[in-house]
C-alpha cells in the first residue's frame, strides 16, 4: 500500500479501524474476506470523498453511555478531563477533545501526546479512542487543508503524523475499548 499524502495516511489507518472494528464485534480471531472488502472500500471511498468517517456525534453519545473510566487505563479513581490532542500542541479546547484520565495516567502522560505515549508502553489503542483521535486529526487536516500534502512535506499539527497507525494487530489482540463493554 503505498501511502504519500497525509490524507492517505489518515484514510488507511481509519479503513483498517473499520476493518479490525467489524471483527471484533464478530468476534473473529483473525481478519477475513468481508473485513479486507470493508477496509478497501472504505479507504477508496475515504479517498475519492464518497464516504466520510462520520462526525464525533457518535462518538460523543458513546461517552454518555460508556462507563466513566479512564481511557487509558480503565481505573475510576480521581478521574479528570483530558485533551485528547494537547492543547498545547494546538489541539482544539472542545467537548470532542475530552477524555476521561485518571490522575496517574495524567500526570504519567503529561503532555505527551496519546498515540506516542500509549506506543511507548507498547499498547495498541482500544478501538474506539483510536477512532476518536483519528476523527480530531481529520478535522485538523482538512481545516489547515493537509490532505493532499506529502507526509514529508506537512508542517508541525497537532497531532502525532508518525504515530498514526498503518498496520493493526489481529482482532484477537485488540480492545474495543479500556473496559469490558455489553
Ligand atoms: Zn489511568
Not at 29 to 36: A, P, S, V
Not at 44 to 51: C, H, I, M
Request: charged share 20%; hydrophobic share 40%.
Amino acid at each position: 500500500m503505498e501511502i504519500t499524502t497525509v490524507g492517505e495516511l489518515l484514510h488507511w489507518s481509519y479503513a483498517n479501524l473499520a476493518m479490525a472494528h467489524s471483527a471484533i464485534t464478530a468476534k473473529a480471531e483473525k481478519y477475513g474476506r468481508i473485513q479486507f472488502m470493508i477496509r478497501s472500500r472504505l479507504y477508496a471511498g475515504l479517498n475519492k470523498q464518497t464516504l466520510n468517517t462520520g462526525s464525533l456525534a457518535d462518538d460523543e453519545r458513546l461517552k454518555m453511555v460508556l462507563p466513566q473510566a479512564c481511557c487509558y487505563c480503565g481505573s475510576r479513581d480521581f478521574l479528570s478531563a483530558d485533551h485528547l490532542i494537547p492543547t498545547k500542541r494546538g489541539g482544539a479546547n472542545t467537548g470532542d477533545n475530552l477524555v476521561w484520565a485518571c490522575r496517574s495516567c495524567n500526570s504519567s502522560k503529561c503532555a505527551h501526546d496519546a498515540l506516542e505515549w500509549l506506543a511507548e508502553k507498547n499498547q495498541f489503542p482500544p478501538i474506539l479512542l483510536l477512532r476518536r483521535y483519528l476523527k480530531l486529526a481529520i478535522e485538523i487536516s482538512h481545516e489547515r487543508n493537509l490532505m493532499n500534502v506529502p507526509i514529508a512535506a506537512a508542517p508541525e499539527v497537532p497531532f502525532s503524523l508518525p504515530a498514526i497507525p498503518r498496520a493493526f494487530p489481529p482482532p484477537s489482540q485488540l480492545r474495543l475499548w479500556v473496559v469490558e463493554i455489553a
